[in-house]
């Protein structure tokens, strides 16, 4: 039997390759399954290194106020742009659902009360996400790869300090003063379509915003928006801080970035909603 | 004589001791290992740099020079072996000691890694502002002077990256060397340039030996470069130091991996 041999060494050969493809897999899986926690578990870690490095001297108060204008000042327009356009919509969609049964009236509390507590918080933190989140990232990530970070280290200074902490104490600062921005003019854009394109009683939009809008809506908006400016900001830095792999790396460190940003705003939201409401989280 | 700033006051360089003025050899690398998981780069390192003296590490791509680099300058930290660096181990030190004893080192990175944000004269006065309390006037007086002697004072209000290839390794020098470090390491500081440019930084480490007095360690492939600047040199290969001495040792070493090197480069003393 001339082909006996042959036969007896491939079937061998073959379960090891199924065996070496088996065992792949299932360390791709368990990797693809741990991944998430990894990721926070750096998070935590860095965001833990900024607030031990960010309690010592030297305060660097230059670099304070130049995050501050970058992410905050920065933003203004591209927040006021979007808080128009969303206040509008949701005037359009409110009035329009509201006359079904006669309560268009009611359009101005409703979009106080959802501006305030998810919406502005929300759209805000997306907003200084797209346009400063990905530009601190693709800068921290620039920096990696050149060894600029790598240079720092070796004039002693700590690159944590020295670049992380501005950012993240500007986040928290400036994300909620942009929230309080969105709110009042996506106010603003809904009463303008409410009152001059919709015909609503400006008096009674206005008196219905003020009855139901108070200020706990607002505080707790602010209190998501102070979480959102450390959280989009901490994965920002911390994707271009752990950059690599060149030009190419650093664009996919921007695109992980915005993702994981976007994806963590969201599950904050629902988090630190059920939290202040008490609801428990699930 | 101005006193360093805030918790940093502690970043003063540790004095030498007594022995190390003296000591022909700056800094002593000892069976210095280092893997990244299953991968062995650096498998017992060891070998001497010397006081005042241009210390050349060559080797092959993938031999670990770079690695070795980012040890000496504790951007890692070895899994094992010690670097002795005026008696004390640099290895062994953490935190605020750590930080302190880096100033003894000033390091010019292949790509220079200036600031890209920064203006040159901002670039060369960054470690100045950050460790030192001295006036705006002190600080522009020293950046100047800095930058006159190595030549690139007229760019003082440019980008780097207005700047040549050349130009850019000088302003890397005058920032490393602006407070005053004692050992001053170029990691691969010709690769990718012009035979011109590439000359240029070679007097370049020379002049700035001279200048300056510092112990300068270049990690390189160019044996071009040895011949032109060595007054010592390794060869690493495979992780591990396979030659040692002058360049003319080199270029006589038996060492097949060496001799294969030397052959390869086309390169004689005559």
Redesign the interface.
């Known amino acids: 039997m001339p082909d006996a041999a042959p036969t007896a060494s491939a079937t061998p050969e073959k379960a090891s390759k199924l065996r070496a493809a088996a065992r792949d897999a299932g360390e791709w899986l368990i990797r693809a399954l741990l991944s998430p926690f990894v990721e926070i578990s750096a998070l935590f870690r860095l965001l833990w290194e900024a607030v031990f490095w960010g309690i010592?001297?030297?305060y660097r108060g230059r670099l304070f106020v130049e995050a501050m204008e970058f992410i905050g000042i920065g933003s203004i327009f591209l927040v006021s742009l979007t808080a128009v356009f969303v206040g509008g919509v949701l005037a359009l969609q409110l009035v329009d659902g509201f006359r079904d049964f006669g309560a268009e009236n009611q359009t101005g509390a409703v979009i106080g009360l959802a501006l305030a507590r998810e919406v502005g918080p929300v759209f805000a933190a997306l907003m200084v996400t797209s346009r400063a989140g990905s530009a601190m990232t693709t800068e921290l990530g620039?920096?990696r790869v050149?060894?600029?970070i790598?240079?720092l280290?070796?004039?002693?200074?700590?690159p944590v300090q020295y670049l992380v902490v501005p950012r993240l104490v500007a986040g928290f600062v400036m994300v909620p003063i942009l929230t309080m921005l969105f709110n009042v003019v996506g106010v603003f854009g809904a009463f303008f379509v409410a009152v001059s394109l919709l015909g609503l009683d400006p008096g009674v939009f206005m008196d219905r915003l003020k009855w139901l809008v108070d200020w706990d809506d607002v505080s707790q908006g602010l209190i998501k928006s102070m979480v959102f400016g450390v959280a989009v900001t901490l994965i920002a830095c911390r994707q271009g801080f752990y950059a690599q792999g060149g030009a190419a790396g650093v664009g996919r460190a921007t695109n992980r970035a915005v993702v994981q940003s976007a994806i963590a705003i969201l599950m904050l939201d629902y988090l630190v909603t059920s939290l202040v409401l008490g609801q428990g989280f699930f | 004589m101005k006193v360093f700033r805030g918790n940093l006051m502690r970043l003063t360089r540790p004095p030498l001791p007594v022995q190390a003025k003296g000591d022909p050899v700056h800094v002593r690398i000892r069976d210095v290992h280092k893997s990244y998981g299953d991968h062995h780069v650096l498998n017992g390192v060891s070998l001497d740099i010397y006081r005042g003296k241009t210390n050349l590490i060559i080797g092959p791509s993938g031999s670990g020079k770079t690695v070795l680099m980012r040890q000496l300058i504790r951007l890692e930290k070895p899994d094992a072996g010690e670097l002795l660096v005026n008696g004390v181990d640099f290895a062994k030190l953490e935190g605020l000691n750590l930080a302190a004893m880096r100033r003894t080192f000033g390091m010019v990175f292949q790509m220079s890694a200036l600031f890209d944000s920064m203006t040159v004269f901002d670039n060369v006065a960054f470690p100045v502002r950050e460790h030192t309390d001295l006036s705006r006037k002190e600080v522009r007086a020293r950046v100047m002077d800095r930058l006159s002697a190595l030549g690139v004072a007229d760019a003082a209000h440019k980008l780097p990256a207005q700047l040549s290839g050349g130009m850019q390794k000088r302003v890397a020098v005058a920032r490393a060397m602006i407070l005053e470090s004692e050992i001053l390491i170029y990691d691969e500081p010709t690769t990718g340039l012009d035979p011109i440019t590439t000359e240029m930084v070679d007097d370049l480490i020379t002049e700035a030996e001279e200048m300056f007095g510092v112990t300068s360690i270049v990690i390189s492939h160019d044996m071009a470069s040895v011949v032109r600047i060595a007054d010592h040199l390794s060869f690493l290969h495979q992780g591990q130091i396979t030659a040692t001495g002058t360049p003319q040792d080199l270029l006589h070493s038996e060492h097949p991996a060496t001799a294969e090197f030397v052959r390869a480069s086309r390169i004689s003393l005559d």
């Open positions: 010592r001297p030297p620039s920096m050149t060894n600029q790598d240079a280290v070796t004039m002693a200074v700590n």
